[in-house]
Structure formats: structure tokens, C-alpha cells
């Protein structure tokens, strides 16, 4: 039978009277209510001023019954929804990163997939929400790794914790002021050219593909061939005309790649993604570029690249490292430890959020066959 609010709101304020302190996961189960039913009354509740709300759980508002200290409250119980675009390609070890912090303190992960779709991101937002998820991980699939104009603030709009993976926001959008993990895309464009100019390479040339890394690879590689007194280079032409097809892309890059070499205008490239690399390297082999002697490649993501059967040297961003340093920061806004986590403490009532943190994680540089040095060296 089901209870009328009035009934609903005794039965919480009994139980979180008698014990102190509830997750929500737990009273929703414990009561048998859905997750969003529940959030609506505890949110009543605590307007009034009957209970204290701190992320994830119910709270007496005595001062007497507090949550134990993140040190020592357990995970069992608590669910981390995850939003992501895919789990394949780059997002498999972002996702296994997570999955392994999460289940290593206890709770558990459940994921939902956007696909790239328009709307799908706050759509499994709110699936997970409503399935009894404490906490949100997103990757929302903003063309160009941060939302435009008006686009977002869904994600800033949660009352659950929320942690951005490898998307940013722009200064002065309200989710700007949420805590993110991301690779520094930028970095890792930048030591791949100065890899490159070590090696002696003068005028090096960038070929991305439309994805949401790309702005962050300009980026670095601008910054970088800036700050190094390198020749500039002829951009791509997919710079500015993004391409129609994975066919016009590649034709694209191969002719802008060749021009350059022919003219002496590039004697080094870097290239995203790996996968692409693997698909040039021989059609630019045909054409009579040879890889590294006329043109050192260094590829980026490194997801493929030692597979190559001339293996690419590669920018690798340590996506399994992304996806557990932002699992861990979650839980640690839940008021669960993690192992190795980053101690940003639970959101305490009446003293506002505690301070949020965006931490980027450095790629790093694996030296092969492709760019003319060896790993030795």
C-alpha cells in the first residue's frame, strides 16, 4: 500500500531519529520508495529543518548523531553513476580506472552510455539518479571538450555530487565550478613537439581529427612551437574545414602532409589519433614519404600505436589513471575514503562546499620506431 507524504515523512524522521544518520540508498530500500521519491521528501524535510542532508546521506540535525568521518564511514551500500560517450577505444581504461577505485572502496559503479547523442548525457544522468545513484562521474559529449553557449548547465544544476572526466568548462559557466579530471591534452602536445625540435625538427606540423581533444592539442602545440622559436607551418586545412568523412579525412591530411614535405616546408608531424597514423603511414610510404626519414611521425593517444608494423611513437595520456583519480575524488565527496584518493571532504551542512579541485593528469612520451630516435636514446 502506498503511504501518503505525511506517513512517508514520519517513517524517515523515525528512522534517521533512532540511528543518526542514513545513506538514501539505504532508507529508499529500507522503505521501499524509489530514489527520487525519497530525495523529494528528505529535501522537504530538510527544509523545514527536520533533517540535515549531506551528499549521499540523511543526518538527525541534534549535533549529536553526526556521519562518522570519511575515515572511517563504509562504502557498502553506495552506487557511483558514471556517464560517459562509449566504452570502447579511449574511454575502456577511463571507465576500468573508475570501476577498479569504486569496487576497491567498497561501492558500485553503474554506467550509462550517450553515444554521442543530443540530450542522451542529462537523459542517463537522470536514469542513473533515479536507480539509486549517490554520485555522478560525466563525460557529456561537448564538441569541443567544454559546453557552448547555454549548454551544460544540466551538469551544474545537480544536487548530488558531480565530478567532470576529461571535459572542462569555461571560466565564469556555473559548472566550471565543479571538480574535474582530465588529461592535459595541452601538455602532451607540447612535449611531443619539443621531442621533435630536440631531434632537430625545425618546422613540425599538427594533424588532428574533429574530436574533443583537438582544441586542447592546438593548444599545446601553438604554445609550444611558440615558446621554442620553431618555424610556423601552413595549418591543416581540416583546421578550419572540419572533414565530411573518415575517407575526406584522411585524403585531406595525406595531400597536406605530402605538399609540406615536397616544399621542405615539414620535416615532422604529430598526429591524432594513433589509429589515424596507422592509416597514413603507408598511403604517405606510397606516395614516396619516407617515415622517419623525410617525415617523423609521432602519433597520439597510444591506444594502437606499438602495434604498428613500424611502431609509432606516441603521446599516451593515462586514461586508467583519469578515470580512478575521479572515481576516488567522488567518493572522497561522499564521505568515503579511497585509497590514494584526493582528500577533498564531504560538503559539510551549514558551512558550505568544501573547496572544489580540478586536477589535470600528465601524459607521457613512449619513444619508438617512427619520429628517428630510438628508445635507447
Known amino acids: ?13 523515525e528512522l534517521v531519529r533512532e540511528r543518526g544518520s542514513l545513506r538514501v540508498a539505504e532508507l529508499a530500500e529500507e522503505l521501499g520508495m524509489s530514489a527520487v521519491t525519497l530525495r523529494r521528501d528528505v529535501e522537504a ?12 546521506a540523511v543526518v538527525w540535525p541534534s ?23 562509449t566504452t570502447d577505444y579511449y574511454y575502456a581504461d577511463v571507465v576500468r580506472g573508475a570501476r577498479e577505485a569504486v569496487e576497491g572502496a567498497g561501492a558500485r559503479l553503474t554506467i550509462g552510455l550517450s553515444r554521442y547523442l543530443p540530450d542522451e548525457d542529462a537523459a542517463q544522468a537522470r536514469r542513473l539518479l533515479s536507480t539509486g545513484a549517490d554520485g555522478l562521474l560525466l563525460t557529456p559529449s561537448w564538441e569541443h571538450g567544454c559546453p557552448g553557449p547555454g549548454e551544460g548547465l544540466w551538469a551544474a544544476e545537480q544536487t548530488t555530487p558531480v565530478v567532470l572526466v576529461e571535459r572542462s568548462a569555461p571560466l565564469g559557466h556555473p559548472a566550471a565550478r565543479l571538480d574535474r579530471v582530465r588529461s592535459d591534452h595541452a601538455h602532451g602536445a607540447a612535449e611531443a613537439v619539443a621531442h621533435l625540435a630536440g631531434l632537430g625538427h625545425r618546422a613540425i606540423a599538427l594533424a588532428v581529427q574533429d574530436s574533443p581533444t583537438a582544441p586542447r592539442l592546438r593548444v599545446g602545440y601553438r604554445a609550444a612551437v611558440e615558446a621554442l622559436g620553431l618555424t610556423p607551418v601552413t595549418a591543416s586545412p581540416l583546421d578550419d574545414v572540419p572533414s565530411r568523412s573518415e575517407a575526406d579525412r584522411f585524403e585531406r591530411t595525406l595531400e597536406y602532409l605530402c605538399e609540406g ?22 598511403r604517405l610510404q606510397a606516395r614516396g614519404v619516407r617515415v622517419p626519414e623525410d617525415l617523423a611521425v609521432i602519433a597520439y593517444d597510444d591506444e594502437v600505436a606499438g602495434l604498428a608494423d613500424l611502431p609509432l611513437t606516441a603521446v599516451a595520456p593515462d586514461k586508467r589513471a583519469v578515470g580512478a583519480a575521479a572515481a576516488r575524488l567522488l567518493l572522497s565527496r561522499l564521505g568515503v575514503a579511497a585509497p590514494g584518493g584526493v582528500d577533498a571532504g564531504p560538503d559539510a551542512p551549514g558551512e558550505g562546499p568544501a573547496a572544489r579541485r580540478h586536477l589535470d593528469i600528465l601524459p607521457t612520451l613512449r619513444v619508438r620506431v617512427s619520429c628517428g ?5
Open 63 to 85: 549535533g549529536q548523531s553526526r556521519p562518522a568521518s570519511a575515515a572511517e564511514r563504509p562504502a557498502a551500500g553506495l552506487v557511483v553513476g558514471m556517464v560517459v560517450p
Open 261 to 282: 614535405v615536397a616544399r621542405g616546408d615539414v620535416t615532422a608531424a604529430i598526429v591524432h589519433s594513433d589509429a589515424d597514423a596507422i592509416v597514413l603511414i603507408p
Open 373 to 377: 630516435a630510438s628508445a635507447a636514446s
Open 45 to 56: 524535510l530538510a527544509a523545514q529543518g527536520l533533517v540535515e542532508r549531506l551528499h549521499g
Open 1 to 13: 500500500m502506498r503511504l501518503h507524504v505525511d506517513q512517508r515523512h514520519e517513517k524517515v524522521l
